[in-house]
């Protein structure tokens, strides 16, 4: 039974087990607050900032446009742009570096510690993001997610969704590919850990994008699990 | 204060963590047991493991007279040559493979893992060894001690105490050394964190080669911290 062969779970973290959304936003009000700025739409700027800075960011450099830099170097020059076409001035240096760190204080879904703790007590349970180490590390301690090991795709100096990427889990934790499987809400994410050897569950994360955002489309049949969250998950891996 | 500047502490684990040395004969009694082997002088080929193994075989590889190689290839080579030489026959590879394994089954002394959940309440806690990635990982499970992240010199394919080693813990943690402290029972290793910036506490284990085996020299005043074990750290960099 793949229950009983599979070793390790890997993780995407943004989207997957943060509210990356709603905790950018929450982090975007609270310096809104402290200096005046009552007009500015943060939740556009949250999107936009994802989905240009990182998203987009990660694509071109894997389609050799521009060189190689972490993703925290992507958040931050995004947010030195985004701060002011969105009419954000005033800020110290210090406090332009406390925002971009927004991303290492991301609040977690709320099954996704209790269901970590479950799935941990069968599996090795790591990160595998594009996040940087320092930034996943940082998120874990704060928000008690209890990985037993932070893999970044930094540590390659790569991204998923490239083949390296996903193989670097079973190479650092010596494990044959199909004895890791991936745990994504992304469809984009989970292929490419398919590609690669690796099982995939997919737990889709509708609220990803807020309340009537972008909806993930009906789950494709390939994947190994498909579960509403991680204690869905862990109860159809058979922890009790 | 030293202790408010800090913000990661880094471990050497085998020995200062870990009594190496009573789970490896541990291990290895118990394949004497199986298979019913009584004369094998089991101490003294643990000793060897590492001696020769393990802290000789990275000295090679640092002075450039072999190749690189992991550590958990350091170990299975020198077991390959340690079982004939002491009369240990008749074993399958998959013995051999899981006796070679018992570096990532290592128990930790008593005060360890009580010791770390204090320290991670404060900084973050983290692996800096040269064991393997994976040995530190399966390691930490079995034992429970609760690594923020692990990390091991076979990231960047070198070993303490190089240079690099220690500016490892920083660089991933983007940290500078001086917020970074190598708590370690042995003085080479804390001179080596010395040399690349890094604070240092000595936490010496007079048990680390067995009752009346090789004992600690008297703590050199240079260290920022010396601790009769993890608890006593912990109180005092002032952690209840």
Same mark, same amino acid.
């Given at each position: 039974m793949l229950s009983d062969s599979l070793?390790?779970? /890997?993780? !995407? $973290?943004?989207?997957?087990? %943060?509210?990356?959304?709603?905790s950018v936003?929450?982090?975007?009000?609270? $310096?809104?607050?402290? @200096?005046? *700025?009552?007009?500015?739409?943060?939740?556009?700027?949250? !999107?936009?900032?994802?989905?240009?800075?990182?998203?987009?960011?990660?694509?071109?450099?894997? =389609?050799?446009? %521009?060189?190689?830099?972490?993703?925290?170097?992507?958040?931050?020059? @995004?947010?030195?742009?985004? *701060?002011? @076409?969105?009419? /954000?001035?005033?800020?110290?240096?210090?406090?332009? =570096? !406390? *925002?971009?760190h927004a991303w290492r204080r991301l609040d977690p879904w709320p099954d996704t510690v209790?269901?970590?703790?479950?799935? @941990?007590?069968?599996? $090795?349970?790591?990160t595998l993001s594009n996040g940087s180490f320092? %930034?996943?590390t940082q998120m874990a301690k704060r928000a008690g997610m209890p990985w037993d090991c932070i893999i970044s795709t930094e540590l390659r100096q790569t991204f998923k969704p490239e083949r390296e990427a996903y193989l670097l889990a079973p190479r650092l934790l010596e494990l044959d590919p199909d004895q890791v499987m991936l745990v994504a809400a992304h469809e984009s994410d989970l292929k490419g850990?398919?590609? =690669?050897?690796?099982?995939?569950? *997919?737990?889709?994360r509708p609220l990803e994008w807020g309340p009537g955002g972008l909806q993930p489309p009906p789950p494709d049949p390939s994947f190994d699990f498909v579960a509403q969250d991680f204690g869905h998950l862990a109860t159809q891996l058979g922890i009790s």
């Open positions: 070793r390790a779970l /890997v993780f !995407d $973290v943004f989207g997957t087990c %943060t509210d990356w959304r709603g936003i929450r982090a975007c009000q609270a $310096v809104g607050m402290a @200096k005046g *700025l009552n007009n500015v739409d943060w939740p556009t700027l949250a !999107d936009e900032w994802r989905r240009d800075g990182y998203i987009r960011g990660i694509a071109r450099i894997r =389609a050799g446009e %521009t060189p190689y830099v972490g993703s925290d170097v992507l958040f931050r020059r @995004k947010l030195d742009e985004l *701060l002011p @076409k969105y009419g /954000v001035n005033g800020l110290s240096e210090p406090e332009i =570096a !406390d *925002l971009a209790p269901g970590l703790h479950r799935l @941990k007590s069968r599996y $090795v349970i790591a320092a %930034t996943l850990a398919q590609a =690669a050897g690796l099982h995939t569950a *997919l737990v889709p």
